[in-house]
């Protein structure tokens, strides 16, 4: 099973050096691949909790929140 931050680095790998991807629309695909995964599978995609409160995975958000496709996050 891969982790949180696997995840979130396929995406950023997904976005190229083409574009740019801001930090909420990082949370917003991990989240969606997330249900997905517990729709289709039945299983979680990775095992770090999702809260909606502001933030959608405080754990991205903090890990990514420098987030761009240009360079690569320093994870905390």
């Known amino acids: 099973m891969p ?3 696997d995840v979130a ?3 950023l790998e997904l976005e190229g050096d ?3 991807i801001s930090n909420l629309k990082l949370q917003k695909l ?3 691949a997330q ?3 517990l729709a289709l599978r039945g299983q979680p995609l990775f095992d770090a909790a ?3 409160s502001g933030q959608l995975i405080p754990d991205t958000a ?4 420098s987030a761009t496709a240009a360079g690569n996050p ?3």
């Open 62 to 65: 903090s890990s990514f929140s």
């Open 18 to 20: 083409a574009g740019e």
């Open 50 to 52: 999702i809260e909606c």
């Open 74 to 76: 320093s994870l905390n």
């Open 9 to 11: 680095h396929y995406f």
């Open 3 to 5: 982790d949180l931050e």
């Open 30 to 32: 991990v989240y969606d």
């Open 35 to 37: 249900g997905f995964s």
